[in-house]
């Protein structure tokens, strides 16, 4: 068959038509010198889940193309080193040939610069496991802190302590570019750095350094955040100067500068304070004690030594007391020899003066009655600590490495607090008062060491680690109790006196060893074998002198003094396997541990020995549904043991109202944990969503048998194993941003429940607790005209006991935030910020205790490029402030007032100055 000229020219253009694809192409230059950008990488994601399509380097003369595109709707990304990522949304219909022409890049130092170009950079994005956010998307107040920009952040808090929670979980460590900043005290970095000096706020999981090396999870993670700078920051030297006073002795001053060259950090701070302010690390709450209480610490490998709920924190983060604190320190990093040795150092000191006071209401469960006890406390401390950290670590070649770490610190305190308490029952009678006074004078050593050596082999997954360790902690203290206790009896009082002074010495050193490899069984799925030894003294010497007729404190009391020496003595092996697929990961494992415990009591010639096997099972898995969504599955099973309180109280009279007698037949407890996280998040939408939720159930728990006489209120606990107990929670939330009207919005749930067993005179009591929660908030700034942002939330906790079923403590609490910021002409300012907490009474705490609390100032920018600030401050205008915690446990519901700090005005200068070769120079 012959086909005409038209047919066969239409035969043609069809197979042409039909064989052809979309493409799209352009050049790209930097904005301001004109020059192309070559290797330029130009990625094609695709718009509804943001995983990538296509990807091309630009050529030398800038110019890229990318064809055989299929139609659809795309994402073009561009990224090149030093400048802003560049982001646009695009369309491809089958025979698209789209030009995007000649697009601009913008350096990152332009842009701080304020050199104004209409780019589209995404706010939120997800790298593997690391959720990143712009931290310039966020507005803050001008010379606001890191910790004022995580406030901000979707999934992060910062709650009035200064602790921050991502996605429901602690963070323990904040790192600057991906390096410790002072040791591991996370509070040093986000209440001391600029907020304009941070590029990126990243939010990972960090694994143990065994697991990075190996590939292995050992179930040993922490919630990390790492400070990305800018890069102008890391050029010369940077820093913030804060000067401020007012009245009632109230003062703040801080000073912080950063000095960057090449790979050398060099940082330093200084805080004088009244208002609150230190650099102090929230954990060192428990850490600043003077070992009063010997107990077991799985973590720790052996009895460690807790004080009796030292007020430091409380006296700062929590608001407890009038403080006044001085705190300065240094840090140094630097990488050298190619990178292949990294050292990084820091000396912190710290000071805190506290005075206060406040008063307890508690209301005790009891089966057909409760008590009331109301007590009132004054306290004065003064607490300081000089701290060590370091880091070293050499990578001699491209298999071997050795890392060696150590921190510690030596401290002094000094306390003094005088409590007065009267316990009622339901019909409002008498039942017992006392009048106590406890001071205490010490000091106190800690030292942790590490070294790791580790090698890999040139097969891939095979490898060897041997680690070793060493802690070693001392406290002791001297000090004095004064506690005179009256009971009543039918109304017949009894008096007793108690007048002691104590000498408390304890010591724990700790020597752990561990070799672990690490060997392929294919290309995906890998095994670990370890085995470990921990070895562990304890020495505690408590000793009770009664104060003799003429006055001296010479005779000992036996009931009240003890010295006993722990020997504990643990080997530990251990297998995993681990799968390392495309969209899978997954692990499983367990140790067994073989424990040998044993307890001399030296002053009574008698010893006690024990014999255990501990079992920790683990087991994770993770999916990637695409580059920006994954789910997160992990179980750990681990032993307790009863600690040496539990089985063999060592005897503290500090509150002859309370009496512990002990249970050498308890078992050891088994917990089962499972937690899981979600996280997805579309770029081009910038919309994001994550849920998280763990759950924990425990086996022969460990709970108290309360016993109360009703008619003195004096109580006895003897702790006994039972089961049943849990304890969940969960919480979510769903970010995005309106880009219309240029506002983030955030919302978002949680939802804790628990049930706990007890004994309470002879009857098992079981405790139901359900606490869901809501909250949300809202951002919107337009620059230089304002900037606001709102945060709410809504709680309310169900509790309810079945040792005495007509009471239910139930109630609802309600938290808002609202700051705003105004930028008027002559480069004035007005900031106003209200806190306001809403607390529902109940029928044992029928006081008002909602706080208002309305912040607020007005300045004026000095300076060259508006870097000064001078400002009036008002704290709390309302006068409203009050310090204020609710407790609640199986048969406890207690309120908490205390002093804190309440209205006062301050004038201050803030200066953020910095000088590096792109042009930024200090304001003078």
Known sequence: MRLSALGLCLLFLFSASYGQKASIK?????????????????????????ILYKFARSKPDGRFEISDMKAGKYLLMITYPTYVDYVDPFSLTDTSNLNFGHISMITKANLLQEVIVQQKVAAIRMRGDTVEFKADSFKVKEGATVEDLLKKLPGLTVDKDGKITAQGEKVEKVLVDGEEFFGDDPTVATKNLSADAVDKVQVFDKKSDQATFTGIDDGQKSRTINLKLKDDKKKGYFGKLDLGGGNNDMWNNTAMINRFRAKQKLSAYGIMSSTGKTGLNWQENNQYGSGNNMEYNDDFGGFVSYGDNDDMGGSNYYGQGLPKSWAAGANYSNKFN????????????????TEGSGNTISQ?????????????????????????????????????????????????????????????????????????????????????????FRKRFKKVGRTISLSLDEQYSANSSTGYLYADITTFNAGIPKDSLTDQRK??????????????????????????????????????????????PDGKYE????????????????????????????????????????????????????????????????????YKFNANSRININYNGSTRQPSITQIQPIADNTNPLVIYVGNPLLKQEFRHSINFNFNSYKVMSQRGFYIYGNFSTTSNAIVTNQQTDYSTGKTI???????????????????????????????????????????????????????????????????????????SS??????????????????????????????????????????????????????????????????????????????????????????YNRYINSTVVREDNYQTITRYFMLSFVWNFSKNPMGNTPAQ
């Open 26 to 50: 352009g050049a790209i230059a930097d904005t301001s010198s004109k020059t192309t950008l070559a290797n330029t990488v130009v990625s094609v994601l695709n718009a509804k889940d943001s």
């Open 555 to 622: 005779s000992l009391s036996d009931t009240f003094s003890n010295k006993y020496r722990f020997d504990v003595f643990t080997n530990t092996a251990g297998l995993a396997f681990k799968y390392n697929g495309k969209k899978i990961t997954a692990g499983i494992g367990s140790d067994i541990a073989f424990q040998n415990f044993s307890q001399k009591d030296l002053l009574r010639d008698t010893a006690f020995d024990r014999t255990y096997k501990n079992f920790f099972p683990k087991a994770n898995f993770m």
């Open 717 to 791: 606990y003897q702790y006994v194993n039972t089961n049943g107990n849990y304890n969940g929670n969960t919480g979510g939330g769903y970010n995005m941003k309106f880009t219309k009207i240029d506002m983030y919005f955030n919302a978002g749930y949680n939802f804790n429940i628990s049930k706990m067993s007890n004994f309470v005179n002879g009857l098992q009591n079981t405790t139901n607790n359900v606490a869901p929660g809501i909250n949300f908030s809202l951002g919107k700034s337009k620059e230089k005209k304002f900037d606001v942002w709102m945060w």
């Open 794 to 883: 809504v709680n309310y906790n169900m509790s309810k006991s079945t040792v005495n079923t007509g009471l239910t403590t139930n109630y609802w609490t309600a938290t808002s935030n609202l700051e705003g910021t105004v930028y008027l002409p002559w480069k004035m300012e007005i900031n106003s910020e209200v806190n306001a907490n809403f607390r529902q009474k109940t029928s044992t705490f029928d006081r008002n205790n909602n706080v208002v609390l309305w912040n607020a100032y007005i300045g004026r920018k000095i300076l060259p490029k508006d870097k000064g600030l001078i400002k009036f401050s008002a704290y709390d205008l309302l006068n409203q402030n009050k310090g």
């Open 503 to 548: 000498v408390i010495d304890t010591k724990t050193s700790v020597f752990n060893t561990k070799v672990t490899y690490t060997e392929p069984l294919s290309k995906k799925i890998f095994t670990e074998i370890s085995y470990a030894f921990r070895s562990s003294t304890s020495n505690s010497e408590k000793l009770s002198y009664n104060k003799t």
């Open 338 to 353: 190619e990178d292949k040795q990294n050292l990084n150092g820091s000396y912190r000191y710290n000071k805190l003066n």
């Open 364 to 452: 005790s469960i009891l089966p057909d009655t409760t008590f009331f006890t109301n007590e009132a406390r004054n306290s004065v401390s003064s607490k300081q600590r000089h701290s060590l950290n370091g880091t070293y670590e050499y990578n001699i070649d491209s298999f071997t490495s050795v890392k060696v770490t150590a921190n510690g610190y030596t401290g002094t305190q000094n306390t003094y607090s005088k409590y007065l308490s009267e316990t009622n029952n339901a019909k409002g009678t008498l039942l017992n008062k006392s009048y106590r006074t406890q001071s205490s004078d010490g000091n106190n050593q800690n030292l942790k060491a590490n070294a790791i």
